[in-house]
């Protein structure tokens, strides 16, 4: 697409002009992307919550997946590590590396994509930087959030005793990745999108994650997969868990396809991408967890208990309590 008053190429500004600049018009923090930096103070009964994750053509997306999706998925993640810390969505800012190649069509459903997100999260872009590269397109977020002074929800304050809970279901982008690989048939068409739309666009838990402050001990959201990233939260808390596998919440897709599959179970426990939050709370939490459930509509189920032990370690048994036996326990870029 080129310039509509010269002709030529948008250029490097031309495409900040017409597709940043509009995402950050409700942000006056943003001074409309035309400084050098963004300017922004937070409430004074308030802390700043940052956190940045990037994204990756080939390692955290397929290239020809939707520019929407895309978007979604990058600055879904970022809000799904606001909520686990407690923090409420505030202001994002976004650095672009991409190929010469990608055209202005795929940065017009990018820029579409996050602006429709920003509108169902409320948050607004407050600046970022746009680069070329001569390797995939690569993508990064850095998410501000806010939160009660003092509230942040560690990943440090579990203690035994405390009963372990994951927010809605496990497992359905892990199955959508293989569907995605062409390593997975799902004949039914509905169960197929439901897993996929899981791998694209995660519901990061923004309304349930704040209302955690003052009741979990501990949090974290599973994107590495739930038993790596628990024996994360026990790594930081000083102790071990055990995961009653039957209790791991599965979605109707993922247990028609799981069905009574060891390895596909095995998948779902440590595939990862699920962006749920995992969390501890002592056993007198639980009614009300039951409440703030029913009041965001965002199941919340419990998995097991923090124990004893050995710090990170985490075991799981079946139904029938014999320990499972899980290859890897999730996701390590090396
Ligand atoms: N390159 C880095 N420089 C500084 N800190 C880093 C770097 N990489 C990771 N960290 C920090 O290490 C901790 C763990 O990072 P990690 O990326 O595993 O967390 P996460 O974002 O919750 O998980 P995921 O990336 O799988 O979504 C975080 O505190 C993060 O800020
Ligand atoms: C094409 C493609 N291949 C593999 C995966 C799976 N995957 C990639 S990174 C990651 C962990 C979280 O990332 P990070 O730790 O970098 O935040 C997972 C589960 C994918 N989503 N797409
Ligand atoms: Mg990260
Ligand atoms: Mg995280
Ligand atoms: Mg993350």
Not at 127 to 137: K, L, R
Request: with cysteine; net charge negative.
């Amino acid at each position: 697409m080129t310039h509509p008053k010269t002709g030529k190429a948008l250029g490097e500004f031309g495409r900040i002009d017409r597709y940043f600049k509009p995402l950050a018009s409700g942000f006056p923090g943003a001074r409309g992307l035309a400084d050098d930096a963004a300017v922004f103070g937070v409430p004074p009964d308030r802390e700043l919550v940052v956190t940045t994750d990037a994204m990756v053509a080939g390692v955290h997306f397929f290239p020809d997946d939707s520019p929407g999706d895309i978007a979604a998925k990058l600055l879904r993640t970022n809000l799904s590590d606001l909520a686990a810390m407690g923090a409420a969505p505030y202001a994002y800012t976004l650095v672009t590396a991409l190929p010469k190649s990608v055209g202005e069509d795929w940065l017009a459903g990018f820029a579409a994509g996050l602006g429709e997100d920003q509108a169902r999260f409320g948050i607004a872009l407050a600046g970022g930087d746009s680069v070329s590269t001569a390797g995939p397109i690569t993508l990064s977020v850095t998410a501000f959030g806010l939160v009660p002074k003092g509230g942040a929800v560690p990943r440090w304050g579990g203690r035994p005793g405390d009963r372990v809970f994951v927010t809605g279901t496990v497992g359905d982008a892990a199955l959508g990745l293989q569907i995605a690989f062409g390593k997975l048939e799902v004949a039914d068409d509905s169960a197929r999108a439901a897993l996929l739309r899981r791998l694209r666009r995660p519901d990061p838990r923004t309304t349930l994650g704040p209302r955690l402050v003052g009741l979990a001990t501990a949090c974290l959201d599973v994107s590495d997969g739930l038993i790596a990233d628990l024996g994360h939260l026990c790594e930081e808390s000083g102790c071990a868990a055990a995961v009653e596998s039957g209790r791991v919440p599965l979605s109707c897709a993922a247990r028609a396809v799981i069905g009574t599959d060891p390895a596909r179970f095995a998948l779902a426990l440590t595939g990862g991408d699920d962006y749920e939050l995992l969390f501890t709370a002592p056993e007198d939490a639980a009614p009300a967890l039951a409440g703030l459930s029913a009041e965001t509509g965002v199941p919340v189920t419990a998995i097991g208990r923090l124990v004893d032990g050995p710090a990170g370690n985490v075991t799981a048994t079946d139904p029938q309590g014999r320990a499972l036996d899980l290859p890897t326990r999730g996701w390590d870029h090396f």
